[in-house]
Every structure is written in C-alpha cells, then in structure tokens.
C-alpha cells in the first residue's frame, strides 16, 4: 500500500507543471518552532526556514496571537482605500532602524520582488534615469524585472525569452572565484566605458550577502568603495535585505555591520515571520519621489500581516534574537571548522552571524550531503552559482538541545563522506 507522501506526489505531478518543482519527496503536516512533521508522521529539523522565512520559527506564539487578534478586526481593506494605524506604526517602527541618513520612509507591499521592483520604481523616479546596476551572483526575484536584475540564468531567466532592458552587471568580490574588490570596482568602470554613461543610471543594486549567489559577504572596502562612486555620479545606492535581514547576520539588518549608509532598502521573508509582507524603506526625499498613487497593491501591507511583522519585532528585541544569532553562527562555524580538517571536499566557510554557508569542491559533494543528512532528519539548502554550497537557515529561536543534534547529524554526515572519498582514493 501506498503512503500518503507518495500518493500526494502523484496527485502533484498530474495537477501542476513540471515548472512548480519542491526538494521533498515527503509533504508537511504541521510544524512548530525549529521541527517539521510530515503526513506520515516523520520529523525533520528545520535548517530551510522556508528560504529564510523563519526567523522566529515556524508557528511562534506571539505571532500566531497577533494574527488570531487581528483576525477578529478585519482581514482586509486596501490600505490605499480606508488605511489602518497599525501599518503605519509600522512604517515607524522600521524607519527607527534603516540604515540610511537623515529621515526615512516606508512602504509595505507583498513580496520580496515586488519590494525590488517597486525600489527600482522610486529610483527613476527620483534619479528621472533608467540605467540599473546589479551584480553576478544576485537575486533579486522571479518577476521580468527582478529576473533581469539577477546574476544567475540556470534556472531563473532559462527559458523566458527577452529580458527588460537597462540592466548591467557587475562582479561581486568573490574569494573563491578570485574577484577582489580591485576587480569588481574595475567592472563597474567597464560599465560606465563600454555600456551606459553614469549619468544615465539610476542605481547600484547589490546584497550585503549574497543569498542565492552562496552567501558572499561584501568586503566593508567594496561598499565604501560603491558608496563613493555612488555619490560622484548621483547614482542611488539600494541594499536588497530580503534574505539577510531580522536578525540573521546578528543586527536587524546586514548593512548595521558596515558604516556605510544606503539610500534605499529591500525587505521581506523573515519581516511578517511566515505571512506575505515586504518593504522599500530609504531616505524621505527619495521615497517620496512618485506621486500619489504611484506606490501600493491591493494585498500590500496586509493588515494580518502587518500584525505578524509587529509580533516578529517584539519577539527579536525580547527574545535577543541578535545575540543570539552570533552564538549559534559560531558553534556552527565552528563545527564546520572542525569538519574541514578532514573533509578535503570542503574549500570555504562564510559567515556573518547565522548567515552560514560551507562550500564544497563539487556539486556533486554539495548533493551528496544535503541528501545524506535528509536520511537522518535534518533539512538543508543549497546555493551558489554552481549549487555547490550549503546554506543554513535555521530558526533563531530554536532550542539549544535540537541544535546540537543537527550539528551532530551534520558532522556525522560530513564525517562519513570524507571517509568514503579517503576510501576510494585509497582504492584508486
């Protein structure tokens, strides 16, 4: 007899195509915290977040309190129709903490490409050029725009046809591609000399950490480097913080830890812990670039969302879920330091708080061991230009007891790969 997983593959592969893809050959039933069940009634420790979604876990009780509250308000209105406080006290609770000079304004909308698309829209707006710089290595979503704007073909661009015009990119420092600082300044100087005047481009697009790209942290010369070049031209500077902000890198925002100030600011997954909700924040005058009505979507800033995104703040500053990335990031790291000793297949290990990443020789590795430590229950991604990085996106809030049972699967896992690699050398 069939299992339940195996039935509801099949129901999938008949009623959607092939295009909607999912790395489980298992489907969820519930899950709470850092712990995923599925129908059959298996757990798996979760260190996907949802492509971190998650940072408070999966079902946190004062998000869940704020939804179940606001759900006996109201679900929806169209804050462009009749407007609710609780968006805007929001809108002032983020614009405390971006890190932009002077005043800063927000603006909320659904998903992380439509917080990219819409930053794009207020830098032309305010710059009045179309030119956009991003980077290899980027990405920045899946709509026209967002997919021109990403550094990556396989699988985001393949098959799509024309991208929109008016985008560039440049290369991002890159230590095991061998990309100095030196070399991705001197592209975006190619840019301005081969393809578009800076006058013409309305902005520098980039992520403090890659996250798709394989967590590659800029170098804080790079950014005051791209500041600098930013402000002789009138070039605006936007950091997308879609997968790095709300506590992953240990501040609220990757950008906290560099003291270079952006104009513009791309936020989402881990804001509404869970629920669809995203931002553009940046400085007033930029933001206040489009007119009345140039800015808004009917489900943007959903009041229940919304809801879930004060929750999620809260739950950040009291559970000190900063501090606490920086603790679990160096156990992590550790571990994987440890690993490397014997693990020849592993070349780097990145970090920035929790925003952890190992990189192995081949993505064959890479495969082998996200498969191998699915079998004994732990639930990892993979990233990189060539998808031979591993990316760990755990919970902030999960317990310390499972996190060191993910670190020993993880151990266990890379333990037995590099005896069977010394194993067939041995027999080569």
Request: with cysteine; glycine share 8%; net charge neutral.
């Amino acid at each position: 007899m069939e299992g339940k997983n195996s039935l509801l593959q099949q129901r999938k592969d008949d009623a959607l195509p092939r295009g909607v893809s999912h790395l489980c050959d298992w489907y969820v039933e519930r899950a709470e915290n850092a712990t995923l069940w599925d129908t059959e009634g298996r757990t798996w420790i979760d260190f996907a977040g949802g492509i971190a979604v998650l940072n408070t876990g999966h079902r946190h009780p004062r998000v869940q309190q704020a939804i179940a509250h606001q759900l006996e308000r109201f679900t929806h209105t169209a804050f462009q129709i009749t407007p609710y406080e609780s968006y805007v006290a929001l809108a002032e609770r983020i614009n405390q903490h971006v890190p932009v000079n002077g005043k800063a304004k927000t603006a909320f909308f659904t998903t992380g490409a439509e917080a990219v698309e819409n930053a794009v829209k207020i830098a032309r707006a305010y710059t009045k050029r179309h030119g956009l710089i991003t980077f290899g290595g980027g990405f920045h979503g899946r709509t026209f725009m967002t997919m021109a704007m990403t550094g990556k073909v396989a699988p985001y661009k393949r098959d799509f046809g024309p991208m929109p015009a008016s985008v560039w990119h440049a290369r991002y420092p890159n230590s095991p591609e061998g990309i100095t600082v030196d070399a991705a300044i001197a592209s975006l100087q190619d840019i301005f000399s081969q393809s578009i005047a800076p006058q013409d481009v309305a902005a520098i697009v980039l992520e403090p950490v890659q996250g798709e790209g394989g967590f590659h942290i800029a170098p804080p010369e790079f950014l005051v480097r791209l500041r600098a070049l930013a402000d002789r031209y009138g070039i605006l500077l936007i950091a997308d913080e879609v997968q790095s902000g709300f506590a992953r890198t240990g501040k609220l925002f990757a950008m906290a830890h560099y003291s270079v100030k952006v104009d513009l600011m791309t936020m989402a997954k881990s804001l509404a812990g869970g629920m669809p909700l995203s931002a553009v924040a940046g400085r007033a005058e930029v933001m206040d670039a489009p007119g009345p009505g140039g800015l808004g979507g009917t489900y943007a800033g959903n009041p229940l969302a919304i809801a879930a995104a004060h929750a999620v703040l809260d739950v950040i500053e009291e559970e000190q879920l900063c501090k606490r990335a920086l603790q679990l990031g160096a156990q992590l790291t550790t571990h994987l330091e440890q690993a490397r000793v014997k693990c020849k297949a592993i070349t780097d290990i990145r970090a920035l708080g929790s925003m952890v990443a190992v990189e192995f020789d081949q993505t064959s590795t890479a495969q082998a061991v996200q498969s191998a430590a699915m079998e004994q229950g732990l639930l990892l991604l993979t990233c990189g230009l060539h998808g031979n990085v591993i990316r760990f996106l755990y919970p902030l809030t999960i317990p310390e007891m499972q996190f060191h049972q993910a670190l020993s699967i993880l151990s266990n896992v890379l333990n037995i790969h590099a005896s069977q690699t010394e194993t067939a050398s041995a027999s080569a």
